[in-house]
């Protein structure tokens, strides 16, 4: 049912990552409508946000939830069934699922097991933490079946009711909004001193060459602007994972080198870094449309090519792509105003108004009489019965969504020496993941 003007609202948000959780989080503060008569806040005020992590090598440390600066009410990690068995018990009005495509899709025919018998059921939302530059198609359909698809700009919301339309699936859910994480203040003009902000990414590049060439080219523009404050804005420190594994820390290719005095490596949340930037560098992060918003002097580099692989290829027509010769020689780049008005940006003033639509269809869902239809996804064991229940496995569900026997599952809190046991045996996997499993791809590549 819907909040009330005393019960407020209940969300659920359920990530994957430390980005997720981020996108989540506030994405449920900013679509969820505030009460009757009240068609909603970008604030979020009145609402219970409860917070879940689903437990696997990108679960992020105190740190990263720390980092990312987004408060929730309750915040507790769980295995997929345990989410499952919580959705099932508790009265939520608004789900949000901050998960990559075949998690959501997991969950999806996990929610439509379990809300079989209800008479009521939460609003579904999901969609997407960035820049959409790869696998369109599959990360879509993995995610319909949702109430709402959300799609971070126009360019977005066109792109992905072309890919529902063309299945012939239901392309209603698509729901125009824009990133939940702009905001910050406007850019005053260049400041004493003079900024430059590299914003990292874990796994563009990939390669040590290219990693430690964005690393000399940095540092060498820092030697030759002694003037300048450059920064090298970093995602995580050696051993955390984020949405991505970062195999080659730029932290540690830095230690081999003698890094001027005007140069550091600093951490933290993106918009605090922001605030004092004259001008943002990076292959293809978000944090460039970020930057767009202020209307910060912002660079997509490229210098390794304008590439998918690199995500560089999202920003053709920007006019933000330059190299770090062009930006030693003085060069600032000058945003294509229709392009960035396509992005979601919302650097004209819009992004107020940019949440309006999706908190108007949830309000009307929730208020719907009767309660909401079951969840239908695109794929089924009939749609696609080599693809989903390989997807539905690895999240310990079966094809009809129901936990398969042995699933991990935990009836009450595990107690003393299971907790130890389980850290430790997470901790070990995660080892795996970062340092032994590259290490053998390298051997392979030799």
């Not at 599952?409 to 032994?436: C, L, M, N, T």
Request: hydrophobic share 40%; with cysteine; glycine share 10%.
């Amino acid at each position: 049912m819907p909040a009330s003007a005393t019960k407020p609202l209940r969300v659920a948000v359920l990530a994957d990552s430390d980005t997720r959780w981020k996108w989540g989080a506030l994405t449920a503060n900013r679509i969820a409508p505030s009460g009757p008569g009240h068609p909603g806040d970008a604030t979020g005020a009145g609402i219970r946000l409860d917070g879940y992590l689903l437990r696997g090598r990108a679960t992020p440390t105190a740190r990263q939830l720390g980092e990312v600066g987004v408060r929730a009410d309750s915040l507790r990690e769980v295995t997929a069934v345990e989410f499952l068995r919580a959705m099932r018990e508790e009265p939520y009005d608004l789900l949000v699922l901050a998960l990559v495509g075949g998690g959501v899709q997991a969950m999806l025919h996990g929610l439509k097991r379990v809300w079989e018998d209800r008479p009521r059921r939460p609003v579904v939302v999901t969609g997407y933490v960035g820049v959409v530059y790869e696998k369109l198609a599959d990360g879509l359909l993995l995610r319909h079946g949702a109430d709402l698809v959300l799609a971070n700009s126009r360019q977005d919301a066109d792109r992905f009711r072309a890919v529902y339309e063309g299945v012939g699936a239901d392309a209603s859910s698509v729901t125009e909004v824009a990133l939940p994480f702009l905001g910050g203040n406007a850019y005053p003009g260049e400041r004493e001193p003079y900024t430059v902000v590299f914003a990292a990414q874990p796994s563009v590049p990939e390669s040590r060459r290219d990693r430690t060439y964005l690393l000399d080219r940095l540092v060498g523009h820092a030697r030759r602007h002694p003037e300048r404050e450059v920064l090298l804005k970093l995602r995580s420190k050696p051993g955390e994972h984020t949405t991505h594994i970062e195999e080659l820390p730029y932290q540690k290719l830095a230690q081999r080198l003698d890094l001027p005095s005007n140069f550091r490596l600093v951490y933290g949340h993106m918009g605090e870094a922001l605030d004092r930037t004259d001008l943002l560098v990076t292959v293809s992060s978000t944090a460039a449309l970020e930057s767009l918003h202020r209307g910060i002097p912002t660079v997509v580099l490229t210098d390794l090519g304008v590439r998918e692989a690199l995500g560089n290829h999202h920003f053709v027509g920007s006019g933000c792509l330059a190299s770090w010769d062009q930006l030693d020689a003085g060069h600032r780049p000058v945003p294509d105003a229709e392009w960035v008005s396509r992005q979601g940006v919302a650097a004209d003033g819009s992004y107020a108004t940019a949440f309006d639509a999706a908190r108007e269809r949830i309000a009307g869902l929730l208020g719907r009489p009767g309660g909401l239809p079951p969840l239908t996804p695109y794929y089924t064991p009939v749609t696609a019965p080599g693809y989903l229940p390989g997807i539905l496995a690895r999240h310990h569900l079966g094809p009809d969504g129901t936990p398969l026997p042995g699933a991990p599952a935990a009836d009450k809190e595990p107690g003393p020496v299971r907790q130890i046991v389980r850290r430790a045996a997470r901790g070990a996997y995660r080892h795996g993941v970062q340092r032994v499993a590259p290490v053998i791809r390298r051997m392979g590549e030799l």
